[in-house]
Nanobody
Framework: VQLVESGGGLVQPGGSLRLSCAASGFTFRLYYMSWVRQAPGKGPEWVSDINSSGGATYYADSVKGRFTISRDNAKNTLYLQMDSLRPEDTALYFC??????????WGQGTQVTVSS
């Protein structure tokens, strides 16, 4: 099983980034997927979930209206479109595959830094 995140980087406040998570080694289309982030010196923070078909999405209040989660089951890829980025969005962003509500697969993370 592999989850490989990409798309992170340095962006100015108010800017946008699109994260991708390429999945392999499991039946991606059957799994709920999540984005979780961890800022320096802080614990993990759940960001967003998407159900297996992509028809239902959920967001933390801190990102609602600014971030959009999506998936392409034909490409085994999860996305996170991040707009109106703020310095407090700076974190290492992980994608995770969930089974029975619990994350069972994790990527290695991609760093997002929001700074002027």
């Amino acid at each position: 099983v592999q989850l490989v995140e990409s798309g992170g980087g340095l962006v100015q406040p108010g800017g946008s980034l699109r994260l991708s998570c390429a999945a392999s080694g499991f039946t991606f289309r059957l799994y709920y997927m999540s984005w979780v982030r961890q800022a320096p010196g802080k614990g993990p923070e759940w960001v967003s979930d998407i159900n297996s078909s992509g028809g239902a999405t959920y967001y933390a209040d801190s990102v609602k209206g600014r971030f959009t989660i999506s998936r392409d089951n034909a490409k085994n890829t999860l996305y996170l479109q991040m707009d109106s980025l703020r310095p407090e969005d700076t974190a290492l962003y992980f994608c995770a595959g969930r089974y029975n509500g619990s994350p069972v697969y994790w990527g290695q993370g991609t760093q997002v830094t929001v700074s002027s």
